[in-house]
């Protein structure tokens, strides 16, 4: 199959790799032309402007965005729409807000697939979770490149219908957030706390057996190795916020209870006043963990 892609940021050139991997063939273009050079570098055709890129594209397109959620998307399929019609497929695998999701699967020619993708940029080597909503066609002539993208053929799998996929990779974040402020705050409390703990050491165990252990608790424990137990330079300030932030609301327009996820959100809001709070700079860390985020750091 040809895939384009458009967005050759951390997730789009782990897309590009892992779809040339499986053999088949991928056009490249980003507004950055160091970007599109890499892409290149890595065996896809590179394309020095959309309209390059829409020409290198057989007649029934599949095209894949991995831009920043919001403006750029829609700005994008402004600009593909006089090019694409029916017979073709567009796929957004960035964090989109579900509801954009079902306005652009309306109004966009070609069949429209929202597919929030996780793992992060660090989840390379393993492949994507891919959660897809839109039309039973198009997911099933994108599988190929799903099979690639994700674990395997495990690790994707069609929601519903238009706004389905976002809408479940939003509640994911959610449930990240959550995950990530009971970690800090529990190894918040180790480092406060009576004993004087090596906490790589306990991050170790707990990932060794124990009830709670899970890919953040490895990345606790990378960070602990990383930065040593007391985080170092780590900054008491988390960034990011809108995933969760759609959650909250989501919760509360469907009358669903989600106090963790609130509280961890409100943590992340409260750590921009800098008060020096152990949890949210382990929060922090773990961001550059699984996303490649910048770490805010202290003087
Ligand atoms: N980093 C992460 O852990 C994850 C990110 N995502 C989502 O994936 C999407 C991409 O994220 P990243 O790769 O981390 O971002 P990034 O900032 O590393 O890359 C974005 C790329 O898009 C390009 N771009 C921006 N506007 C463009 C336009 N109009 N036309 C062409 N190229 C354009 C930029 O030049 C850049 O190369 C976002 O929606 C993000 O929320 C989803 C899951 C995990
Ligand atoms: O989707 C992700 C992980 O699953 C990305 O890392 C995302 O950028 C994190 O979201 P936020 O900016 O709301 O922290």
Redo the contacts with the bound molecule.
Sequence with gaps: MQLGL?????????VVGRTLAAGHEVVA????DD?VATAADTGADPADS?ADFVDQLGSEKRIW?????????D??LE?LEPHLDADDVVV?????YFEDSVRRAESCPAAYLDC????????AELG?SLMVGGPQWAYDELEPVFDAVATGPDGHERMGPAGSGHYV?MIHNGVEYALMQAYGEGFELLHEGRFDLDLENVASVWNNGAVIRSWLLELCEEAFREEGTDLGTVADRVEGG??GTWTVQEGLEQEVPLPLIYTALSERFGSRADDGRFSRRLANRL?YG????EVPRRE
Excluded at 29 to 32: A, K
Excluded at 118 to 123: F, I, L, T, V, W
Aim: hydrophobic share 35%; net charge negative.
């Design positions: 458009i967005g050759l940021g951390r997730m789009g050139q782990i273009f980003d507004l950055d970007a959309l965005l991995m831009v920043p959620a919001g403006e750029a998307v700005v994008t600009e957004d695998g960035g964090n989109s929030g993708t996780s793992g992060g940029p660090a989840g994507f990779k809108s995933t961001r699984f996303g490649r985020h």
